[in-house]
């Protein structure tokens, strides 16, 4: 994907889990402009204007609803919403130009001070508290949060809200614990920057079938019909840029 993407830059074939990605950009949309609404027929209103832009199709409707539903409900009892969508981009080690980046969906902050961040999902797979404690991407946002709002690691906590059954999971990072995952992750900056260009291999891994790439990938494809894929991808952005 990398020499594909990066290098070659060559446009994806699609993901057979694009109606999934649409579905949870839809909702995600849904819930950042309508963060203040206080009823199903204002987040209707929202999802019908935002409807086509995902290409979600009607048989999602069922669906669609009881997320908002749910969001409806599940939103009420939150403190003040400080950020939705919020890209962070946090240096972990200025010197050596190494960041966190990220896009947080939403930061909340209580009344005692205290800051949430959450991450929507609306996978089907919901993590247990004990997964989300080795969660690095909410580490990272603990991370992010404790730099920009100047707030201990006791006063956050991280959380994923699964909009499909309501289901909130909120978990709290130490010092020790977020010092370790930015040592980790350094490292494995420094490891990626010693490789060569073509030392990329592809490495089957969770995320595949929802890769754009995959129809060209050594991993799943043979030699030739890798080949022919990628000259096809060729002529398709010179005939794009055309
Ligand atoms: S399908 Fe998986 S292994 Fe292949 S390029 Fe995509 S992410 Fe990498």
Not at 126 to 138: A, G, P, S
Not at 192 to 200: L, N, Y
Not at 227 to 232: F, K, S, T
């Amino acid at each position: 994907k990398y020499r594909l993407k990066y290098i070659l830059k060559l446009p994806g074939f699609g993901s057979k889990n694009e109606d999934a990605l649409n579905f949870g950009s839809f909702i995600h949309k849904i819930f950042e402009l309508g963060y203040k609404e206080k009823d199903m027929k204002s987040l209707l209103r929202i999802a019908e204007q935002e409807r086509a832009t995902y290409k979600v199709p009607f048989r999602d409707n069922d669906r669609m609803k009881s997320c908002l539903e749910n969001f409806i409900i599940w939103n009420q009892g939150l403190g003040e919403t400080m950020s939705t969508e919020q890209v962070v981009n946090v240096p972990m080690d200025e010197k050596h130009d190494i960041n966190f980046i990220g896009v947080i969906d939403r930061v909340i902050k209580g009344s005692d001070g205290g800051y949430l961040v959450i991450d929507y999902k609306t996978s089907k797979r919901e993590k247990k508290k004990k997964t989300l404690m080795d969660d690095n991407q909410l580490k990272g946002y603990a991370w992010a949060i404790h730099k920009l709002y100047d707030v201990p690691y006791n006063k956050i906590y991280c959380a994923h809200y699964y909009p499909v059954t309501g289901n909130f999971v909120a978990v709290k990072f130490s010092k020790f614990q977020i010092d370790r995952w930015k040592k980790v992750q350094t490292e494995k900056v420094w490891r990626i920057r010693k490789k060569k260009k073509d030392e990329f291999w592809a490495q089957e891994n969770v995320f595949c079938d929802w890769c754009e790439y995959k129809e060209a990938c050594p991993r799943f494809e043979s030699e030739s019909v890798v080949c022919q894929r990628i000259d096809e991808q060729k002529a398709l952005k010179k005939a794009q840029k055309s």
